[in-house]
């Protein structure tokens, strides 16, 4: 039995060739990491909140409303606490100024 000899490649062949094995080890190199990141966002602990406002928003087509009074709320909470901190400031700083013209009492 006689055996055909393999035909030379060109040199255009064989840059295709390696080409494709470049491109496939890409390819391979990306699906790997795109597994890897995905488990890493599933280990993730706000993804299960993220999807459940995601389907909240779908199913009402609205934001959180509750979502809005509660920064509401939590900004006027801010506002009255920034009061009474300037409002403490005040006092202190004119406790200081007793002390410092009156001298220690």
Same mark, same amino acid.
């Given at each position: 039995?006689?055996?055909?000899?393999?035909?030379? &490649?060109?040199?255009?062949?064989?840059?295709?060739?390696?080409?494709? +094995? #470049?491109? &496939? #080890?890409?390819?391979?190199?990306? +699906?790997?990491?795109?597994? #890897?990141?995905?488990?890493?966002?599933?280990?993730?602990?706000?993804?299960?909140?993220?999807?459940?406002?995601?389907?909240?928003?779908?199913?009402?087509?609205?934001?959180?409303?509750?979502?809005?009074?509660?920064?509401?709320?939590?900004?006027?909470? &801010?506002?009255?606490?920034?009061?009474? &901190?300037?409002?403490?400031?005040? +006092?202190?700083?004119?406790?200081?100024?007793?002390?410092?013209?009156?001298?220690?009492?």
């Amino acid at each position: 039995m006689r055996t055909v000899p393999p035909p030379d &490649l060109t040199t255009d062949q064989i840059e295709d060739r390696w080409g494709r +094995i #470049f491109f &496939l #080890f890409a390819a391979a190199l990306a +699906i790997a990491y795109a597994l #890897f990141a995905g488990l890493h966002t599933v280990d993730d602990f706000d993804t299960g909140w993220q999807i459940a406002t995601g389907r909240y928003i779908v199913q009402h087509k609205t934001m959180l409303d509750r979502m809005t009074d509660e920064v509401e709320r939590l900004k006027s909470a &801010l506002r009255e606490a920034d009061r009474w &901190l300037r409002e403490y400031h005040n +006092i202190q700083a004119a406790r200081d100024t007793i002390r410092q013209t009156l001298g220690e009492y």
